[in-house]
Structures are given as C-alpha cells and as structure tokens.
Nanobody, 123 residues
Framework: QVQLVESGGGLVQAGGSLRLSCAASGLTFSSYHMGWFRQAPGKEREFVAMITAIGGVTAYADSVKGRFTIFRDNAKNTVYLQMNSLKSEDTAVYYC????????????????WGQGTQVTVSS
C-alpha cells in the first residue's frame, strides 16, 4: 500500500520560512517523480514544484520561483519543499504526489497523493 505522508506545515509570519517533508512508503521511491501542489480555499489545486526521480531536474510555478526549493533524498524516501520569503498568498493546504511517468509533471495527473499539510502565512 502506497503512502505519502506530509509534515512540517504550520503558522508562520510573512517573510518567514518553513520546510515541508513528504515521506513515501510502499513504492520504489527512486523510480517516481515527485511533485508538490497546493490548494487554497475556494480555488483549484495548483502545481508548485516538481523533481525528477534521478538527476534531480526541477521545475517551479512562476509564483514561487526563487523562493521555494524542492529536493529529495532517495535514501530516506523523502521529498522536501523549502519555502522562504513566505507571503500571505502562499496560504494553502500543501500536497505531495508521486508519478511514474515523466509526462505531465506540472499537471495534477499523479498516481499517488498525500493527505496534505496546512500552511498559514499571517501578514
């Protein structure tokens, strides 16, 4: 049974930082590309960042580029999202996701999803 478990969310002031973690189990982690998405109240789930399985090629949404960094540790079956210079508009539930195919990594068409972790940025 595949499980993706996010952690590290919380309440932070604008300008602050948080690091989200996503621990994976039940799959060959190094074979999966990983993504972070977020969903704010009343809005659709949106792409934040992705990283390929091997080689660590990354991509980011324009709204977070230069502030967020995605990285992974395949030995620990974990993907991270370092979030700096947080803004109130970053407030959302953040989800990690795993996808076997390299096609469509900026879309929501992932194979597995975590349950999400809340990030709230106060202004």
């Amino acid at each position: 049974q595949v499980q993706l478990v996010e952690s590290g969310g919380g309440l932070v002031q604008a300008g602050g930082s948080l690091r989200l973690s996503c621990a994976a189990s039940g799959l060959t982690f190094s074979s999966y590309h990983m993504g972070w998405f977020r969903q704010a109240p009343g809005k659709e789930r949106e792409f934040v960042a992705m990283i390929t399985a091997i080689g660590g090629v990354t991509a980011y949404a324009d709204s977070v580029k230069g502030r967020f960094t995605i990285f992974r540790d395949n030995a620990k079956n974990t993907v991270y999202l370092q979030m700096n210079s947080l803004k109130s508009e970053d407030t959302a539930v953040y989800y990690c996701a795993a996808r076997r195919s390299i096609v469509g990594l900026t879309t929501t068409k992932y194979d597995y999803w975590g349950q999400g972790t809340q990030v709230t940025v106060s202004s």
